[in-house]
Each structure stands twice: as structure tokens, then as C-alpha cells.
């Protein structure tokens, strides 16, 4: 079984230190996952999550800052109205419903990054599988 080409939007705030603290600690997760650092999750646009798909991604993941820690104060309600619109516009285009997912890592939760792209790719296979 391969692993997933997996694309990871950050923000460039706690999910992003979580991604270095994860690095600092030689945490690892799979070469497939390719993490892409943005200001704020709340900044993008379905657009953008929908062009991973286009570029080959089977999977994408947005990790932002938890509830009362984003930097920008709005990203993490602008980001949950992003994802729910794009999670729509996947579902008609005929993705499934794991192939994207919206989640939270606080600053310098290593462990917590590689564990929720860990959990993500085990949704991914285990919907190959069957």
C-alpha cells in the first residue's frame, strides 16, 4: 500500500510551530505530505484547498491555530466558513468526505502535528482499502 500524497496548509503561528517543533524533536511522518505554510487558514480561499486536488493531492488537511489563539483573531471563524464551503464544492466535484479535514494544533505541539497527519493518512487508507 503506497502512502497518500497528502498536501497540509499551516498557519504560519501554532500549526506551523508544531510542524518546527516537530522537526526539533525528530518526530517524522511520511515523505508524501508535503506542508504548506500561509499567514492565516482564514486568508485562503476554497479555491486554493480545491487546486490541491487539481495538482494531484488525495488528500487535504488544514491545520490551524486552536479556538482564541489565532494571530489574526478572525482566522479561525473566516477558515471554518472556508472549509465547510470548500468541503461542499468537494463533495459535488466527487470527493469523499475524509479526503478533507480542518483540525487544530497549538504552539509547539510536535507530537499533536505528526499525530493528526498521522490520524488523516489512516482515514486516507483505510477508505482505499475497502
Not at 85 to 111: C, I, M, N, S
Amino acid at each position: 500500500m503506497t502512502t497518500p500524497k497528502v498536501i497540509v496548509f499551516t498557519c504560519n503561528w501554532n500549526a506551523y510551530s508544531g510542524l518546527e517543533t516537530a522537526g526539533v524533536e525528530h518526530l517524522s511522518y511520511p515523505p508524501s505530505v508535503y506542508p504548506l505554510k500561509v499567514m492565516c487558514l482564514g486568508q485562503i480561499s476554497p479555491g486554493i484547498i480545491l487546486k490541491a486536488f487539481e495538482k494531484g493531492a488525495e488528500g487535504v488537511l488544514l491545520l490551524g491555530c486552536p479556538a482564541g489563539n489565532c494571530h489574526f483573531e478572525f482566522g479561525n471563524r473566516r477558515v471554518e466558513e472556508v472549509f465547510a464551503e470548500a468541503k461542499g464544492l468537494a463533495a459535488v466535484l466527487g470527493y469523499r468526505d475524509e479526503q478533507l479535514r480542518l483540525d487544530w494544533v497549538g504552539a509547539g505541539e510536535g507530537q499533536v502535528f505528526v499525530d493528526k497527519v498521522q490520524q488523516f493518512i489512516s482515514g486516507l487508507n483505510g477508505r482505499q482499502q475497502a
